[in-house]
């Protein structure tokens, strides 16, 4: 309705889809579970940007969504949400991995499962990385010991299914964080090969800038598909 457009254009926010819903105005609008709520105030998280208000409450009601915002705008939080939110509602037990975040590099993992941990505080959300640099066995064994979300680079990930049975197929939120610079650097035909192994997810996309190649990936994993743009697009 017109509120919602004008809301959206205040706050730069671009939509296209069906049944998108408005943006919130703050984590305590929309039904998130309270312990989450106060997890993001002690992370010092007061309100949520731009790009939070428009892609959670469009992540939580199981939409496909390619996201593009400037670098700094706040994505992270904006899929981890969604994904504490769903693994702590759904009767995980034992714990399988419901969500994979895929980035580029061993360092983006590291800090996405460090801004993860501060979400999930104090619930049942565990986390794996899945990244170069340590030890695959101890990677595996975290995994097998049950754990709510797994966040990795697609190489690592690739080697580890080759080598060892861990079962992908109870994943229903896929994540690709800088989609833009895994296909940069070569990832798409990887990226590919780990879709196969899960069974139709929810899959969140996000980019700093979108490309034929970022599109290409985004209709290659996913159907009706939201885009939200958020900011003047960066070139
Ligand atoms: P992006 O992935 O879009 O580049 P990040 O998710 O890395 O951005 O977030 C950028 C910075 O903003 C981080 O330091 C993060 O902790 C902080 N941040 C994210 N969301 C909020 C928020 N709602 N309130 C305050 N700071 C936030
Ligand atoms: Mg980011």
């Given at each position: 309705?017109?509120q ?9 926010i671009?939509?296209r ?26 992370t010092?998280?007061e ?6 208000m428009q ?9 496909s ?10 994505k992270?939080?904006?899929y981890l949400v969604?994904?504490?939110c ?13 969500a994979?975040?895929l980035?580029?590099t ?6 996405v499962?460090?801004q993860a ?5 104090g ?8 990244v ?13 010991q049950g ?5 990795g680079t ?8 080759i ?7 109870s994943?229903s939120?896929l994540v690709?964080?800088?989609v833009?610079?895994?296909?940069e650097?070569?990832?798409y ?8 192994a899960?069974?139709?997810?929810q ?6 800038t979108?490309?034929?190649q ?5 209709n ?5 598909i939201a ?9």
């Open positions: 309705n017109y919602t457009e004008l809301l959206r254009e205040r706050l730069e671009f939509v889809g069906d049944s998108i819903p408005e943006p919130i105005l703050s984590f305590g609008s929309c039904d998130l579970p309270q312990k989450l709520v106060q997890n993001l105030e002690a010092g998280y309100m949520p940007t731009p790009v939070q892609a959670i409450p469009t992540a939580l009601i199981g939409q969504i390619l996201v593009s915002a400037q670098t700094g705008s706040g992270t939080c904006s969604p994904i504490v769903r693994c702590i509602k759904i009767k995980n037990n034992p714990q399988k991995p419901l994979l975040v980035t580029p061993r360092e983006l993992c590291i800090q499962e460090e941990k501060l979400l999930g505080k619930l049942p959300f565990k986390t794996a990385l899945v170069g640099g340590d030890a695959m066995a101890g990677q595996v064994y975290r995994i097998k754990v709510s979300m797994i966040v697609p190489g690592r990930l690739i080697d580890m299914l080598k060892h049975d861990v079962e992908l197929d994943i939120i690709l964080d800088e833009d610079c895994m296909v650097q070569g990832f035909e990887q990226v590919m090969q780990i879709f196969q899960l069974s139709q997810p899959v969140l996309m996000y980019s700093a979108i490309s034929k970022v599109e290409k990936v985004a290659s994993l996913a159907r009706d885009y939200i743009s958020v900011g003047r697009p960066n070139k």
